[in-house]
């Protein structure tokens, strides 16, 4: 091979390295789902790790305590779902298990637990269907939903970033402690053959 | 390709633990001991290799190199990606541990395959033979691992022919990409350590 080859191999490679590294994309090999509660809704986004989101697929929500489906629904094509907390899970206090399936084999579940839309069952979308307050029949009782609404507004992207938050990433850590461990076993069996030739 | 937890059921799971575990037993008999560090090295690449992802369409496909591991380790393909998705189960979230027989025979066997019906090819001292050999071999292992997914999800209960289709054109870009790796890193090793070649 020439040098002028040569180069050309080295610049295909690198260009294709930088493409196929580059963190634009998504990798089919984990599916995230993360959910958060507003009002009386639950939201959830799913996404390949590292990448792009879920664009076809379904959501099951399941009862976390008896295991009974509750509802299936799709998955938009920005990988995000919504539904109403099923009635049996607000009167029984289940926890809900939102389960993700996507294409060709891949999921992941995300438990939505009783306590955020108990406490979350004021704020949000089903007080703010009722319209404005009068301003002088104010009572304590709308008081106290208008500032329920307000929280629930301002507090919902908090609640999505901290849902997003706790789906666990890939680290370089996760990375060298693999290839560690592989290294190790490589070490461990060169060992026992070690000991096989001397006996 | 990495199937997760939960999709396939009881007596796939069972059955691809009892497939592996017989291609792990012949796999452990056909390592010789030089042959440790070449399995080590290959388990370290797979290990690494489903970090390298494709966005395509849809959805996004990662590098899976079976086909290159399989002509070069032969039967030790399977301890090898056994490990290697042990740890991706483990560190990454790929997969899972009750779907690592069904992955491991997913991925393996088609590297096997293609072991036998290309490595004759790369023997050959027509360099044109060795192009289409490891071409064939690093696509062909890949369309191999995509039907074996489909008839894993098919045998739990899925449409077969949506699966296979939605798998197979999902990584036509990887067949063509892992046809052309293997052919550079078979010529590669060729010129360099040809006796890797030799399982």
């Known amino acids: 091979m020439n040098a002028s080859r040569k180069k050309i191999c080295v610049v295909i490679f690198s260009v294709l390295a930088a493409y196929f590294w580059s963190p634009a994309g998504g990798s089919c090999h984990r599916v995230n789902i993360f959910c958060w509660v507003e009002g ?20 099951e ?30 009167k029984h206090g289940w926890d809900l298990k939102v389960h993700c399936s996507a294409e060709m084999g891949h999921g992941n579940s995300w438990v939505v637990k009783a306590d955020e839309f108990a ?6 979308f089903t007080v703010r269907a009722q319209g404005p307050l009068p301003e002088k029949a104010m009572s304590s009782g709308a008081l106290e939903k208008m500032f329920s609404r307000v929280l629930s ?12 938050l706790k789906v666990r990433r890939i680290s370089f850590q996760d990375i060298l402690g693999g290839l560690g461990y592989i290294l190790g076993i490589t070490g461990i069996v060169f060992y026992f053959l070690a000991g096989k030739e001397r006996d | 390709m990495h199937i997760s937890e939960g999709v396939l059921s009881v007596p796939v799971l069972i059955g691809g633990a009892a497939v592996c575990t017989g291609g792990l037993a012949i796999g452990l008999k056909k390592i010789r001991h030089e042959d440790v560090p070449k399995v080590g090295m290959l388990t370290a690449a797979f290990f690494v290799a489903s970090l390298v992802h494709v966005p395509l369409g849809p959805s996004s496909v990662h590098l899976i190199l079976n086909g290159l591991i399989g002509l070069i380790l032969g039967w030790a393909a399977f301890p090898a990606l056994l490990v290697a998705l042990f740890f991706q ?7 899972g541990l009750t779907v690592l027989g069904v992955n491991t025979v997913n991925m393996a066997l088609p590297g096997i395959i293609v072991y036998y019906l290309c490595s004759g ?59 052309i790796i293997t052919v550079i890193a078979i010529s590669f090793v060729r010129k360099v350590r040809p006796e890797l070649l030799e399982m």
Request: with cysteine; charged share 20%; aromatic share 6%.
């Open chain 1, 153 to 164: 507004d301002q507090l919902t992207p908090i609640k999505r970033d901290l849902a997003e």
């Open chain 2, 89 to 95: 189960a483990i560190f990454f979230q790929f997969g």
């Open chain 1, 119 to 124: 406490s979350d069952e004021n704020g949000g």
């Open chain 1, 61 to 90: 929500v399941y009862s976390q305590q008896t295991g009974e489906r509750l509802l299936t629904t799709r998955i938009d094509k920005n990988g995000r779902t919504v539904f109403d907390i099923p009635e049996a899970a607000k």
């Open chain 2, 121 to 179: 090819m790369l023997r050959s001292e027509s360099h044109l033979l060795n192009i289409t050999g490891g071409f064939i071999a690093g696509a062909g292992a890949v369309a191999g691992a995509g039907v074996l997914v489909a008839l894993s999800l098919y045998l739990s209960r899925q449409a077969f022919l949506s699966a296979a289709k939605a798998v197979l054109i999902a990584h036509i870009p990887v067949m063509i990409i892992e046809g």
């Open chain 1, 40 to 59: 009386n809704q639950v939201k959830c986004e799913s996404r390949f790790t590292p990448g792009g989101p879920v664009k076809s697929g379904s959501v």
